[in-house]
């Protein structure tokens, strides 16, 4: 009866093997979703933080100017933070009504998370068939997150220069890519003054 017992609390003290311990493959499964987990968390504290910190600056200057020691709020100055400037000397001409295909332009920009940015372009669109929307938005991937999709509804049809803008928050985690053109349908679309403004 105690060789029993002993046995069965050997048993019990023995560690409990996992279900792919002798499967690579499954192993790897649990270790991505396991990796993709951390970096959600980790993303979402770093967000929090940031969160934080806005709160933190803002309570500062209130504080400064209830007492005095400050006559008026800061104000955003984007024109004096442009990052990145695209398609200044001459148009970028995007026209493919012969090829049919989609056609864009992507420029992976290097942006600090946290961060809230003003994204600007003047487009002109001289003729289109079958375009719901010209492109002018981002790709963000996140780690451990969805893909974000930032973007401006430029609008189709045919229309001459207009000012088009988004602004977006980049997240903890992310990448920004920067992609105007032509995703669907065909047409001739052109874009100048492209302005990446860092607003706070």
Avoid at 35 to 41: G, P
Avoid at 85 to 92: G, I, V, Y
Avoid at 95 to 105: C, E, F, I
Avoid at 149 to 156: D, M, Q, S
Wanted: proline share 6%; hydrophobic share 35%.
């Amino acid at each position: 009866m105690k060789s029993m017992l002993f046995f069965l609390l050997a048993c019990l003290a023995l560690p409990t093997v996992p279900a792919w311990a002798n499967n690579p493959l499954q192993r790897n499964r649990s270790l991505r979703r396991e990796l993709a987990n951390l970096q959600s968390r980790k993303n979402a504290l770093l967000e929090e933080s940031s969160r934080l910190k806005e709160t933190k600056l803002t309570l500062e200057t209130t504080r400064d100017l209830l007492s005095g020691k400050q006559e008026k709020p800061p104000v955003d100055q984007p024109d004096g933070n442009i990052l990145y400037r695209f398609e200044t000397k001459q148009p970028n001409v995007i026209d493919n009504t012969k090829s049919g295909k989609r056609s864009v332009v992507h420029r992976w920009l290097k942006l600090e998370p946290g961060k809230t940015y003003l994204f600007e372009g003047m487009i002109r669109l001289e003729h289109s068939e079958n375009v719901k929307n010209v492109k002018f938005g981002g790709f963000v991937p996140v780690s451990g997150g969805k893909t974000q999709w930032p973007a401006c509804e430029v609008g189709a049809g045919k229309f001459d220069w207009r000012k088009c803008s988004f602004t977006y928050r980049l997240p903890h985690g992310a990448t920004f890519c920067l992609i105007y053109g032509l995703e669907q349908g065909t047409g001739r679309v052109l874009f100048k003054d492209i302005t990446v403004h860092q607003i706070d």
